[in-house]
């Protein structure tokens, strides 16, 4: 088939998934909608706290990092949800041992409401998988998009945190989704093409229109590590590079070391975090958790929402 003629068929396939929609909101009586209108303007108070996990190279232990976090913010009564934001890539399902109904694109694209695109995983930890729904949001309508933000920001009253996964490099989709979040938190590893990758990663991060250093802070946690002065070694040598270049340092968050039974409990489909309450990698997550709801860290960093969270990509892809 030729390209023009799948791009036809995709929308045409595209704009009767619309119509079921659409119709649903023009069945909507005026006061459910002045209702929904009303949730946009006054929305629900706690926001979650949305949290990016990002590398500048993949297959540094990113979304190990993500899924544990979630792991230990939940031990700490937290509620977590994960948004899987490495497009192509199915690495926090796989690494859940659970395969969604739904994904991000049938809210986007058939109508699901967002409860039914949550998959719940271990310790009902819930997860969304992306897809490739967000790429398309710049073609939608306004009045559309209002209504898809709606449901997105009944995630506030359901989780307490939202991690992002990203997707690893330098892409507009990451920066985009790096900066929406507010809160990043960056992995790498002491190969020398981590640290190089996560250099170009903060540069371009920095260099964005719309980066702010007083609200935007950038979080290093070291992985795969042989002791804790490596890690330290390892941040010093990537902040004083960006701290000289940039002009705007990052925080160490801490270290994860090489565990053997981080790649055992990933062949398990189950966190180590869960698979090995014992193990240094486990020990090492819940001290990065900690710290990261350390009242005065958590104090020093604004709560965004989800609603926000889209809101800002929408305006940035319109």
């Known amino acids: 088939m030729r390209d023009d003629e799948m791009e036809a068929e995709h929308s045409v396939e595209v704009g009767h998934s619309r119509t079921g929609i659409y119709a649903r909101m023009q069945e909507m009586d005026q006061a459910e909608q002045l209702r929904i209108l009303k949730a946009g303007q006054q929305q629900s108070k706690p926001l979650a706290r949305v949290i990016a996990v990002t590398s500048g ?13 979630a792991i230990q913010f939940k031990k700490m009564g937290k509620r977590v949800v994960i948004l899987d934001a490495d497009f192509g890539l199915a690495n926090i399902e796989i690494m859940f041992g659970a395969v969604p109904e ?23 930890v819930g997860f969304i998988s992306g897809g490739s729904g967000i790429v398309g949001m710049s073609n939608l309508s306004r009045d559309y998009l209002n209504y898809i933000i709606q449901n997105l920001a009944q995630l506030d009253s359901i989780a307490d945190i939202i991690i992002v996964d990203t997707g690893a490099g330098i892409s507009d989709a990451v920066l985009e989704f790096l900066i929406a979040s507010g809160e990043i938190l960056l992995v790498t590893t002491p190969e020398p093409t981590s640290i190089t990758d996560s250099y170009s990663l903060v540069k371009a991060l920095y260099r964005h229109p719309k980066f702010d250093a007083d609200t935007m802070k950038v979080k290093l946690i070291a992985n795969r590590v042989q002791k804790e002065s490596e890690g330290e070694i390892l941040f010093n040598k990537l902040n004083a590079v960006i701290e000289r270049y940039l002009k705007v340092p990052m925080t160490y968050l801490g270290y994860v070391p090489e565990d053997s039974q981080l790649p055992k409990s990933v062949m398990q489909q189950v966190p180590v975090s869960l698979h090995n309450p014992s193990a ?22 604004p709560k965004r929402g989800m609603a926000a969270f889209f809101s800002h990509i929408i305006t940035r892809k319109r």
């Open 57 to 69: 190279k993949g297959g540094v232990g990113k979304s190990n990092t993500s899924i544990n976090l």
């Open 280 to 301: 240094k990698s486990t020990a090492a997550y819940g001290r990065i958790a900690a710290r990261l709801l350390d009242k005065e860290e958590a104090q020093r960093q």
């Open 102 to 124: 739904h994904n991000l694109c049938d809210m986007i694209y058939q109508g699901k409401g967002i409860m039914d695109i949550i998959t719940w995983g271990p310790m009902e």
